[in-house]
């Protein structure tokens, strides 16, 4: 039997345990790979990337490799259901489990493909698929909560490599928004001495870190600012049987409405104070076929409902930044709504005098940054860093955020 003193100096040992300590795992370099699906559940996102850095060292990264992978028909379908609350709890519990051996397939075949050895990969950082998230519940209840699915156990079992996620739960535990969590990423990565800075991803949620110019790390300011690709995507699917509007073509022919763009405008949470997050809980199938029942009784041609969603878009996020950030700050913007040309000349319509670029021209694809920043967040959950940015999410206390499954 082991006495209370001896368990004590295995747990200040982790390298007994195969668990390298903080100061081992920042004193090199290390091989990450992060995999990010988002609320549009349109694909998986992995990058592999190496980072070196500590507390005291500024942190660097490189992008060795990144790929995207669609979802099998079955378990988009799957988490379709998930999501919209009509899959039962053996069904959600199947999902768990089968999004381990997706993610962990994918991550072999991103290797193979890549001619990298898995021995080589020093962790994962896995988001995994959120099917709710409530942090600031409803109905009276007191606490909040959020469920991001996958097994990581069954990943690091299949793969035999450290697997961090359940990146949220903390931050909400700690009184938190449990979002966003990519902040800590854009801080490190994008700051400058010379501008205000603004990381816009624009994923399934579009959200903002706003960076001032010299920024502590409390002066950083980030929050969801509503439909990013969620709306523009899901009327596609409806009206035009697409997966997404390439390149805004179909919003390019319409006009828009303004009963219905009133209609979008009278929603709250644009005009709600950060720190703030959403996702389908808000911006759902029921929203989406109350505002197509209403196209169809005013007999709105289908473009207009296209691009009254797009503007919808862009407008909801330069009213948060005029709001709630700088508009004469430079905008850097991520995520696959970048590469939705009528919706980046949506956005520069409501922000006319705004310096706006994408993350490519920074040198990093912008459907990589947020993959990259949950590889980042597992680096910093080994070391033992904390990732999360109690301004942002309004947690009470700095946390080195995820779980690690070995």
């Not at 998986?44 to 500024?58: M, N, P, Q, R």
């Not at 379709?80 to 609350?85: K, Q, V």
């Not at 898995?118 to 998230?133: C, F, L, N, R, S």
């Not at 980030?222 to 709306?231: C, E, R, V």
Request: aromatic content about 10%.
């Amino acid at each position: 039997m082991i006495n209370n003193e001896h368990w004590l100096e295995l747990n200040k040992n982790h390298s007994l345990r195969g668990i390298p300590t903080p100061e081992e795992w920042l004193s090199r370099s290390r091989y990450i790979i992060g995999i990010m699906t988002g609320t549009s559940v349109d694909s998986i996102d992995i990058t592999l990337a190496k980072f070196i850095g500590s507390k005291s060292k500024h942190f660097i990264f490189s992008i060795i490799s990144h790929d995207s992978y669609p979802f099998p028909e079955t378990i988009k379908i799957g988490i379709e259901n998930a999501i919209r609350n009509t899959a039962n709890p053996r069904e959600i519990a199947s999902l768990n489990f089968e999004l381990a051996y997706l993610f962990s397939k994918t991550t072999k075949d991103f290797l193979a493909k890549n001619n990298f050895p898995i021995e080589k990969v020093d962790a994962i950082g896995v988001h995994g698929q959120t099917i709710w998230h409530e942090p600031k519940p409803l109905n009276g209840r007191k606490k909040g909560f959020t469920m991001q699915l996958v097994s990581l156990s069954t990943m690091a079992q299949l793969l035999k490599v450290p697997i961090v996620g359940d990146f949220r739960a903390k931050d909400i535990a700690a009184g938190g928004e449990g979002a966003p969590l990519v902040p800590i990423f854009d801080y490190e990565f994008f700051s400058s001495k010379e501008n205000d800075i603004i990381a816009l991803n624009i994923g399934g949620i579009a959200n903002i870190t706003y960076i001032p110019k010299n920024a502590k790390i409390n002066q950083v300011v980030a929050f969801d600012t509503g439909p990013g690709n969620i709306l523009i995507d899901n009327a596609v699917k409806i009206l035009f049987n697409a997966n997404f509007d390439k390149n805004g073509e179909i919003a390019r022919k319409g006009r828009i409405i303004s009963q219905l763009f009133k209609k979008l405008k009278s929603i709250p949470f644009v005009r709600r104070k950060p720190p703030k997050s959403t996702g389908r809980e808000l911006y759902n199938q029921t929203l989406l076929n109350e505002l197509i029942d209403f196209a169809n009784s005013k007999k709105i041609d289908y473009c207009d409902i296209v691009t009254t969603l797009t503007h919808y878009t862009g407008w909801s996020i330069a009213e948060n930044i005029k709001k709630f950030a700088n508009p004469m700050a430079k905008i850097i913007v991520s995520g696959g709504g970048a590469k939705n040309l009528f919706l980046m000349k949506t956005l520069r319509t409501y922000l006319p005098t705004t310096e706006i670029l994408t993350s490519e021209e920074l040198g990093i694809p912008v459907q990589v940054k947020e993959s990259l920043a949950f590889a980042f967040l597992a680096y910093l959950r080994i070391g033992e860093i904390p990732s999360n940015i109690p301004n942002v999410t309004g947690a009470k206390e700095r946390i080195s955020l995820g779980i690690i499954a070995w």
